[in-house]
């Protein structure tokens, strides 16, 4: 007796299981879009909840903030109210070009450390590699105050430089080093590796190679986590809390006392004069306004850079 097999093509193998999936996919259907429904009213409550107090606090800052602005806060010095002239405050120009003073400087310090780094982490599997990536992550988390008291005992108490922009500018930089060094790592990870072997295969060495490739195609992720770390630092009061000096005169001199929008805004805020306190409202607009311009501009080019490339 001669049997018979029947071989079972593929083709019908795959409308078996397509079959399958699509009965499965009925019997599951009014599951799934019931669970979809829910996720998505979730995630619309957490983002109303989430937007209700930020479209308030913004709400309030331009109401109250907007009537405090004028060029005379922006050109003139602080001064102090007196029972003559309750609502004489001055103007806020020391702490704008104090904290555009630290800012830069904390810029000059931070940025190309915090860059060399990045890369070095992403391009070496050492040892050494991985503990600067867990103290750079530590750091990132750390409290910025800590910042402040590790810049007031190197340079006010190891190096007796006094209360200066440097001073300052160095706590700042300290605080932006871990957002520039894990922005740059993965920007620099994220650059494809055919780059990396052409530039090897042309006989070029790898520091070469790392510098003068993949470093300029990474500079859009570069460039967009550096501002952010500015955007950070600008905002910051406890870091520069102890060791500026608030100094009550423009000064661009690296060891001169300088102010800070951030410090008179604490400053202002404890104020016995109504004057003052109602002024802080107009220095915070002003400090927002900044790193929001900031935000804007970084994520305005990154995204250029990125039509560009695409």
């Not at 009014?30 to 709400?59: D, G």
């Not at 102090?80 to 000059?108: D, E, Q, R």
């Not at 810049?151 to 209360?163: M, P, T």
Request: with cysteine; hydrophobic share 55%.
């Amino acid at each position: 007796m001669t049997e018979t097999i029947h071989v079972i093509a593929p083709s019908e193998l795959d409308q078996g299981l397509r079959e399958e999936i699509r009965r499965v996919a009925q019997a599951t259907r009014a599951r799934r879009m019931l669970v979809s429904r829910v996720m998505i009213a979730l995630c619309t409550v957490a983002i109303l909840i989430t937007a209700v107090p930020l479209v308030m606090l913004l709400f309030q800052l331009i109401q109250r903030g907007l009537p405090q602005l004028n060029w005379a806060f922006f050109t003139t010095l602080p001064s102090t109210p007196s029972l003559l002239a309750p609502n004489v405050t001055g103007g806020v120009s020391n702490g704008i070009i104090g904290t555009l003073v630290l800012t830069a400087y904390a810029s000059i310090m931070a940025i190309p450390v915090g860059v060399l780094v990045g890369v070095y982490l992403a391009e070496s599997d050492s040892k050494f590699a991985a503990a600067l990536r867990v103290i750079s992550q530590t750091m990132a988390g750390a409290p910025s105050i800590l910042m402040g008291l590790f810049a007031f005992s190197f340079i006010l108490q190891a190096l007796h430089v006094g209360f200066s922009a440097i001073a300052g500018s160095f706590a700042l930089a300290v605080l932006m080093l871990p957002v520039i060094i894990i922005s740059t790592e993965i920007a620099v990870v994220n650059v494809p590796n055919t780059l990396r072997e052409a530039g090897l295969a042309l006989g070029a060495k790898p520091h070469k190679v790392s510098l003068r490739i993949v470093l300029p195609s990474a500079v859009t992720g570069i460039v967009t986590g550096s501002i952010l770390a500015i955007s950070r630092a600008i905002g910051e009061t406890a870091p520069v809390l102890l060791v500026i000096g608030g100094g009550y005169l423009n000064s661009w001199q690296p060891l001169n006392p300088v102010s800070a929008l951030p410090l008179m805004i604490y400053s202002n805020a404890k104020s016995e004069w109504p004057s003052q306190r109602a002024q802080v409202w107009g220095i915070a607009l002003v400090l927002v306004a900044f790193v929001f311009i900031l935000s804007l501009t970084a994520r305005i080019w990154a995204s250029r850079k990125q039509q560009v490339r695409s």
